[in-house]
Nanobody, 123 residues
Framework: QVQLVESGGGLVQPGGSLRLSCAAS????????MGWYRQTPGKQRELVAY???????NYAEYVKGRVTISRPSSKNTVYLQMNNLKPEDTAVYYCNADMTTAQPGGIEREDYWGQGTQVTVSS
């Protein structure tokens, strides 16, 4: 069974830092891209950062300069280093992966989501 497991969320003071991790496991053939999204109550899930299989990254304007996404080569793990956190960064953060996997019915390419990890920025 393919799954994404996130870790690293928590409570941090404004100006602080957190590092989120997301590990993919299962019958993975290839990972086409991995990213982080966030969601607050009553709002749609929004992109924070994304990294494709070639290492190219894409960041939301509201986190540029404060956030770094990385994925060590040959590893099914993606990290999100967040610095200078602000109260408005408070949200549930979700890991996303575009993966090609081996399924009982054959090879499939699909988007997968983690269960989410809470990030709270408050003094």
């Amino acid at each position: 069974q393919v799954q994404l497991v996130e870790s690293g969320g928590g409570l941090v003071q404004p100006g602080g830092s957190l590092r989120l991790s997301c590990a993919a496991s299962g019958r993975i053939i290839s990972i086409n891209g991995m990213g982080w999204y966030r969601q607050t109550p009553g709002k749609q899930r929004e992109l924070v950062a994304y990294i494709n299989s070639g290492g190219s990254t894409n960041y939301a304007e509201y986190v540029k300069g404060r956030v770094t996404i990385s994925r060590p080569s040959s590893k099914n793990t993606v990290y999100l280093q967040m610095n200078n956190l602000k109260p408005e960064d408070t949200a549930v953060y979700y890991c996303n992966a575009d993966m090609t996997t081996a399924q009982p019915g054959g090879i499939e390419r699909e988007d997968y989501w983690g269960q989410g990890t809470q990030v709270t920025v408050s003094s």
